[in-house]
């Protein structure tokens, strides 16, 4: 039996160690694992917010429409298009367009307009046996290569007329699924490529003679290698193969493959399936490891641990150790992997929440300034210059991580932004005052209306001493309010005119209804005092999108 002790010694060893080497290869596997499921979720976070940003093209396109009524020129539309910056702002856009709506038989009309405006004397076409066609009549941006694509009717293509059947019935944004963008109507440049529909609704200049038939739909074309490329290929580069199908995986559903192949020394067990829904169609995403990707620990780990334990009786100590210490990173890992994913999520949340805010307040500028605007130059400059302060405001709030801004910095870059001049030292007097975010974008719209109206009607344009800015903060028990004094000098103002502008409505309605504050103005033979007076430091009961609604009420 002693003979026998070194050996069943060296077996419990040898089997004590076995075991452990295979627990610390399946921990370290899911640790990898977890670890590109972060990845993963990361490269799912660039993409949603890649469409979501692309996706507001379409609303803001369908804005201007119905800004104009529907009633839209070719070159009004070109115009609207080169403002957007397509190349820098959109990469893998291949265009922005508008669908006619008619009835088979009725098509005379549509092609002698067609016709005037584009020079291009041809047919709707391809012929169709649907009773509805919907043919191109208005793109950008128009050259030789898309020219082919005016009068085509999207309707008789079975993918297009899915989606467009969807945005008509369900009044939203509906995604094609897969097409070869050019393939239909002669294009030198076919890609793979998705539309996104919108209709438009019929509407009127004149009171009470909107009805709800819709009269077109407006759309947006991707290159999905493209949108999807300029999503992903930001740094840090992220170690993963991404495969994007329009609904469930299969070779005949997908839509995108990354370049960097899989590796395959992971196996299967690495593969993570996320859906993710697009203009009310999902899609399937599938993230495989590549070769950047670098694990926690190393695999011959475990191997090192098993000889060791057969050479070693005492290894059996270390080793339980090793395995403890295993555990422990694990858990780590994976409690640092759950925060993680929770602030992403959080702060995708909050990403989504500031974008529908923001578009939700420049529809509803958009609406209002072109409703004050005599023309669509007077509309782009007032439209261009109000959204520039927006970005303003919203760049020093990025820059300070979106906690506090400065009012004597807000205030001095709005006024020199738009009257091109370095404000002298004594025209701005004041404590240093911090403002949230809300505070610092209504007063950012605010001081900027402020300045263009002192710019247009004031002395400021001759002489920057014209202008002086104070303001102090007063503290009371319960709260602590600013009270700031804007004084012009040196000229006569047209009140009346100053009185009745929307950027004049605008600037009430940023302190009163979103700030909760109150305006006063002093016309005199002098010049012009306005006290403003909001208070600090308090949540607003009233959301963005509701402001932005009570400022369209407002301008009508």
């Not at 969807?166 to 002669?186: H, K």
């Not at 007063?474 to 700031?484: F, G, K, N, P």
């Amino acid at each position: 039996m002693k003979k026998l002790l070194p050996f069943l010694a060296f077996a419990a060893v040898a089997i004590a160690s076995l075991v452990t080497a295979g627990f610390a290869y399946r921990t370290g596997e899911e640790a990898a694992r977890f670890k590109f499921e972060a990845s993963a979720d990361d490269a799912l976070g660039r993409l949603a917010s890649r469409l979501d940003l692309d996706l507001s093209l379409l609303v803001t396109t369908q804005a201007f429409f119905e800004a104009r009524f529907g009633n839209v020129s070719k070159p009004e539309f070109k115009s609207y298009f080169d403002s957007l910056d397509a190349n820098d702002n959109f990469p893998g856009l291949r265009g922005v367009g508008f669908l006619s709506l008619v009835r088979k038989g009725a098509e005379s009309a549509l092609e002698e307009r067609i016709a005037a405006e584009h020079g291009v004397a041809r047919k709707i076409f391809p012929i169709s046996g649907e009773v509805w066609r919907t043919p191109v009549t208005l793109f950008e941006p128009f050259d030789d290569n898309t020219r082919s694509a005016i009068g085509f009717d999207m309707y008789s293509e079975p993918v297009r007329r899915e989606a467009i059947e969807a945005a008509l019935a369900s009044g939203m944004a509906r995604a094609s699924g897969r097409v070869i963008l050019g393939e239909n109507t002669g294009s030198t440049q076919p890609a793979p490529g998705i539309f996104v529909y919108s209709a438009l609704r019929a509407r009127t200049s004149g009171p009470g003679d909107a009805d709800n038939r819709p009269v077109g739909l407006v759309y947006v074309a991707f290159r999905t290698a493209e949108l999807f490329y300029s999503a992903l290929s930001k740094p840090p580069i992220l170690p993963v193969n991404v495969e994007v199908h329009d609904g469930p995986s299969s070779p005949d559903t997908l839509l995108f493959r990354s370049e960097a192949p899989p590796d395959t020394r992971f196996s299967d067990d690495f593969l993570v399936t996320r859906k993710l829904t697009v203009a009310g169609r999902e899609w399937t995403l599938e993230f495989r490891p590549t070769s950047g990707f670098q694990r926690p620990s190393s695999r011959a780990l475990p191997i090192l641990l098993g000889l060791a334990g057969l050479m070693l009786a005492a290894a059996v100590a270390a080793l339980a150790r090793y395995q403890e210490r295993t555990y422990e990173a694990k858990s780590r890992l994976h409690d640092a992997t759950e925060r993680s994913l929770a602030e992403k999520d959080l702060m995708l949340q909050e990403m989504k929440h500031r974008i529908k805010n923001s578009i939700t307040r420049v529809l509803a500028m958009a609406r209002q300034t072109a409703a004050n605007s005599a023309d669509l130059k007077e509309f782009s400059a007032s439209f261009a210059a109000r959204l520039q302060s927006m970005a303003a405001s919203q760049d020093m709030l990025t820059r300070s991580r979106w906690q506090k801004v400065e009012l004597g910095d807000l205030l001095r870059m709005e006024l020199e932004q738009v009257f091109g001049k370095t404000m002298p030292e004594d025209a701005l007097n004041g404590p240093k005052v911090l403002l949230n975010e809300q505070t610092t974008q209504a007063l950012g719209l605010t001081f900027h209306e402020l300045a263009t109206n002192a710019l247009k009607y004031g002395a400021v344009a001759s002489s920057m001493s014209a202008l002086a800015v104070s303001w102090s903060v007063e503290r009371t028990a319960s709260e602590r309010r600013l009270l700031l004094r804007w004084q012009e000098r040196g000229s006569k103002h047209q009140e009346t005119t100053r009185r009745s502008g929307f950027g004049t409505k605008l600037i009430e309605m940023n302190i009163t209804r979103e700030l909760n504050g109150n305006i006063s103005r002093d016309f005199t033979d002098t010049g012009l005092s306005i006290d403003i007076d909001v208070p600090l430091d308090r949540e607003f009961e009233r959301s963005s999108p509701e402001i932005a609604a009570g400022n369209e009420r407002a301008g009508q």
